[in-house]
């Protein structure tokens, strides 16, 4: 984990916190190469340097993880990016998708979905 990121959510105060670490574990574990800084205000992962999720903390009643391929707009894939077997995707553009948590548990409870869309996501998106 980036020092860096630890030091911006110390500042934070976030009722989420624990949530929120919890999750910074989860994306780093699921897939090699992916980097963590802060982007957008929040913690934010990217893959050979590309961005590629980014947790939204505010507001701070949920923590959102948006899965996109960047911060410039590109042309739109006719089909969405990956196939979501797991239902944990809100889309909101064919190449741009939310998932949204508010307890520990429910991060747990997902944990193998959440690394399999991290997985797909990552390889369709490099």
Same mark, same amino acid.
């Given at each position: 984990?980036?020092?860096?990121?630890? *030091?911006? @959510?110390?500042?934070?105060?976030?009722?989420?916190?624990? #949530?929120?670490?919890?999750?910074? &574990?989860?994306?780093? #574990?699921?897939? %090699?190469?992916?980097?963590?800084?802060?982007k957008?205000?929040?913690?934010?992962?990217?893959?050979?340097?590309?961005?590629? !999720?980014?947790?939204?903390?505010?507001?701070?009643?949920?923590?959102? @993880?948006?899965f996109?391929?960047? *911060?410039?707009?590109? #042309?739109?894939?006719?089909?969405?990016?990956? %196939?979501?077997? &797991?239902?944990? @995707?809100?889309?909101? #553009?064919?190449?741009? *998708?939310?998932?949204?948590?508010?307890?520990?548990?429910? !991060?747990?409870?997902? &944990?193998a979905? @959440?690394?399999?869309?991290?997985?797909?996501?990552? *390889?369709?998106?490099?």
């Amino acid at each position: 984990m980036n020092p860096d990121v630890t *030091a911006f @959510l110390d500042k934070q105060n976030h009722p989420l916190r624990n #949530e929120i670490e919890l999750l910074r &574990s989860k994306i780093l #574990e699921a897939r %090699e190469g992916l980097s963590e800084n802060i982007k957008w205000n929040g913690p934010n992962y990217t893959f050979n340097g590309d961005d590629r !999720i980014t947790m939204r903390i505010h507001p701070p009643k949920q923590i959102q @993880l948006v899965f996109h391929r960047g *911060a410039k707009k590109l #042309e739109q894939p006719h089909n969405k990016i990956i %196939e979501d077997t &797991s239902g944990l @995707l809100v889309w909101k #553009e064919n190449d741009r *998708a939310v998932v949204s948590f508010k307890t520990s548990g429910e !991060i747990d409870a997902q &944990s193998a979905e @959440l690394k399999q869309v991290i997985i797909k996501w990552i *390889a369709a998106t490099s």
